[in-house]
């Protein structure tokens, strides 16, 4: 009788962090696409990063594609290892352009004028790097479409 490799961890541990992963950058993504949870929308994100943070808009454009287009491509495991990578990208740059300044923690007691430290951005950096590398596993559109 042959034995059955059936390790649940492989199975559904891409999975636990494609979920979260994908439904943050999705919504972070929706509001400045969309204005949709409290965004500004396209128009002003452009205006606030280009003024606010030199960004020009075309890696504003980059950066909105990366969250939303990413954060569904990491939610469904479609071209997961893309989408993780401009997920990594987009949070190297948010750590480096708004969050570095305040240090590592996050403002959880809301003192005025000062934003929130480094410490979110490494948990979900972390998260896209492990799917960059490892891929979006067995449960994803990935395996269905290039039958790997």
């Known amino acids: 009788m042959a034995k059955v490799n059936f390790d649940v961890t492989d199975m559904i541990a891409p999975l636990m962090l494609r979920i979260p992963l994908g439904v943050i950058f999705m919504a972070h993504g929706s509001q400045k696409l969309l204005g949709l949870f409290g965004g500004q929308g396209l128009t002003e994100t452009f205006k606030l990063f280009e003024a606010k943070m030199?960004?020009?808009?075309?890696?504003?454009?980059?950066?909105?594609i990366a969250e939303f287009g990413g954060g569904f491509g990491i939610l469904t495991g479609f071209l997961t290892r893309l989408s993780a990578t401009g997920i990594s990208a987009v949070m190297v740059v948010a750590i480096y352009k708004v969050h570095w300044?305040?240090?590592?923690f996050l403002n959880m007691s809301g003192v005025a004028g000062h934003g929130h430290g480094i410490e979110f951005d490494i948990a979900l950096l972390g998260m896209a790097l492990?799917?960059?590398?490892?891929?979006?596993?067995?449960?994803?559109?990935?395996?269905?479409?290039?039958?790997g």
């Open 54 to 64: 030199g960004i020009p808009p075309i890696f504003t454009l980059l950066a909105i």
């Open 130 to 147: 492990y799917l960059m590398i490892a891929g979006g596993g067995r449960w994803c559109l990935d395996r269905l479409v290039f039958k």
């Open 101 to 104: 300044v305040n240090g590592f």
